[in-house]
């Protein structure tokens, strides 16, 4: 069978079809050179009748070509798109003045010169390597100039190949201008309720400007604290050693309030520190008077601390005893409509005598695990009810005045339940049943176990924390009757003062370390605090990191572990943002705004913050 011009059923070998496509332009040059037009070497699969421009073969449609050696018309290759035909060693990618990437074939671009070539020699006379170097040196100008690149006749065979790779090439995210795309900046970091006993600041820039404050610093800091104001400072700080209003502000915020105040006595931690306490001179261990003395100062203080927080003058306080901590919240914060207190680590005997006293509470996390087993099981919920109304008919049994027929009921019912299997097998009267208080520390077995456990945390709230605040003036169980802290009060931490409180500063130290990251050593700034961290005192300190270290800086928080889920949501949080004023309760603006938010930590606190170009990331 004769093959048709310019077609092959080899498609797997294009470098034949090339070479048969030079071969036919050399023969349609003699032909076009005759005087005729036409000679008998013209192509074998066209006929004498056909046009001398037109093939009698090609299924795809007609196109003009300028670069055409015979001046005709040829139609595109409807194989252009065959996979096998494609070359990706083979392309060339050059960038022209606008930045846009071109293709290029370097195998067609060779063949193609030796083309033209060829038809130049053979028009001219001139030798083949002459117009070798002449066409070299046109094609050296015109890659130099980076202009658009235009390609022969043979490279009809890759042309929508070349189409493709002419479209727009993805750029990669380096090359990409970083106002094109914004990542997500994060300006805040969520509240955390906890209190911190240690924190370490790092950064790439020096931290030794928040050491060694001038006196003069240091006093305008502490009455800037008192006054509670609070200055601005810019977006970033190329000297921050140099700058008096920083290092003021940072004095102000390492201020905070304590009562009672011993200055041989760390007074936080109270929880298993009888480490710190061991061996320390207590003269009130063993003298009544003295220990009486303690707690009349110790109840004024907190009876004003609780009129500040009423009077939204004070934003929340910390009670530490040597068994639990109480956090007492204003109204406004951590989402909730009115005042709240959260106790944490309860037992069974503090709230039995929390309820003795008529104070409603509630347990966050144990309800929110009962409604999501009610979610997953709904017929948990019928058999907690059935199981309440059983014992709400013992009760009633209980106030009749015939006991007996009561117990002969209630002995039925157990018979029936627990022990029928017992009188199946006849030995019912041989094996001792369980007494009323066996049973009934079998029933209490569960609230028993969330004892010092996260999970007895209580929520109290409303006008029942003023209950709650008399129940601890008059709680005899709050100080410890016997060890190291035997006789000592619990003690109050609050952001602002009140009636009977020192005013203490946490402590800080800068210190210069090598750090190695991958093969090589760093500089890294460290800062270190240490103290009982109030949550306002975190975020005004991290707030002033962030202009004098440029918005690069991680911070690695210790928690005081029984504080961990202070950040547990209460159940009336109905209060929208800004309807509380809390303007005059002594702290910065952000703060309060930030200490407005419900806490989504859950039973967890915060353990590492980081920022990087301004924007936070936290771990909890």
């Not at 023969?27 to 005087?35: I, L």
Request: a neutral charge; charged letters at 20%; glycine letters at 6%.
């Amino acid at each position: 069978m004769s093959q048709q011009a310019g077609y092959s059923p080899s498609f797997k070998r294009p470098a034949e079809i090339m070479r048969m496509r030079r071969k036919r332009a050399r023969s349609e040059a003699g032909v076009f050179s005759s005087p005729s037009g036409q000679g008998s070497t013209a192509s074998p699969g066209q006929s004498d009748s056909s046009p001398a421009n037109v093939r009698p073969f090609s299924p795809g449609p007609l196109f003009h070509s300028q670069n055409r050696s015979g001046g005709g018309i040829k139609r595109r290759n409807p194989f252009a798109n065959i996979e096998n035909t494609f070359s990706p060693k083979k392309k060339l990618l050059i960038y022209n003045d606008e930045g846009n990437a071109e293709a290029a074939d370097s195998l067609k671009m060779n063949r193609s010169t030796e083309k033209e070539g060829d038809d130049m020699s053979t028009k001219t006379g001139l030798p083949f390597s002459a117009i070798l170097n002449e066409v070299e040196k046109q094609e050296h100008q015109h890659m130099s100039s980076k202009k658009c690149l235009t390609f022969s006749e043979d490279d009809s065979l890759f042309e929508e190949e070349e189409e493709d790779v002419k479209s727009p090439l993805l750029k990669s995210p380096q090359a990409i201008a970083p106002a094109s795309i914004a990542p997500p900046v994060c300006t805040a970091y969520p509240a955390d309720w906890s209190l911190k006993t240690r924190v370490l600041f790092t950064s790439p820039l020096s931290l030794s400007w928040a050491e060694h404050p001038k006196a003069q610093e240091e006093a305008l800091g502490i009455s800037q604290h008192c006054r509670a104001q609070f200055s601005t400072l810019p977006h970033s700080l190329q000297d921050p050693k140099s700058c008096s209003e920083l290092r003021c502000a940072f004095q102000q915020s390492l201020a905070y309030w304590q009562h009672p105040s011993l200055p041989w006595i760390s007074l936080f931690p109270r929880i298993n520190a009888e480490r710190s306490f061991t061996g320390k001179s207590s003269p009130w261990a063993q003298d009544t008077a003295l220990q009486q003395s303690l707690m009349r100062e110790w109840s004024v203080s907190l009876s004003s601390l609780y009129s500040l927080l009423k009077a939204r003058l004070c934003p929340y306080f910390y009670l530490c005893s040597y068994q639990f901590t109480v956090l007492f919240r204003a109204t406004g914060l951590g989402g909730s409509s009115s005042i709240s207190a959260l106790i944490s680590p309860t037992t069974r005997g503090l709230r039995e005598a929390m309820k003795a006293e008529g104070i409603e509470f509630s347990l966050p996390l144990v309800e929110e695990r009962r409604k999501s087993r009610e979610q997953q099981n709904p017929s948990v919920d019928q058999r907690e009810e059935e199981e309440e109304q059983k014992e709400k008919a013992r009760e009633c049994c209980e106030l009749k005045e015939d006991d007996e027929d009561c117990q002969a009921g209630d002995e039925g019912e157990d018979e029936d339940g627990d022990f029928s299997w017992l009188k199946e097998m006849g030995i019912q009267d041989k094996i001792k049943k369980p007494d009323s208080i066996s049973i009934q520390l079998r029933k209490e077995g569960h609230t028993v176990s969330l004892d010092h456990k996260p999970e007895s945390v209580v929520c109290v709230e409303g006008s029942h924390t003023f209950t709650l605040i008399n129940f601890l003036i008059n709680c005899k169980s709050l100080v410890a009757s016997a060890g190291s802290q035997a006789g000592l009060p619990p003690t109050l931490l609050a952001p602002v003062a009140f009636r009977g409180a020192t005013m203490h500063t946490l402590k800080a130290r800068s210190v210069n370390v090598k750090s190695q990251i991958g093969s090589t050593y760093q500089n890294i700034s460290s800062l270190e605090i240490t103290g009982p961290i109030l949550p306002s005192s975190l975020h005004t300190v991290t707030t002033l990191l962030r202009p004098a270290q440029k918005g690069n800086f991680s911070a690695t928080l210790y928690t005081h572990a029984p504080t961990a889920v202070m950040n547990t949501h209460t159940t009336q949080q109905l209060v929208t943002d800004g309807s509380v004023d809390l303007s005059g309760c002594g702290l910065h603006p952000a703060s309060i705004q930030q200490l407005q938010q419900p806490s989504n930590l859950g039973k967890t606190a915060l353990t590492h913050i980081n920022m990087n170009n301004y924007s936070y990331t936290w771990r909890n």
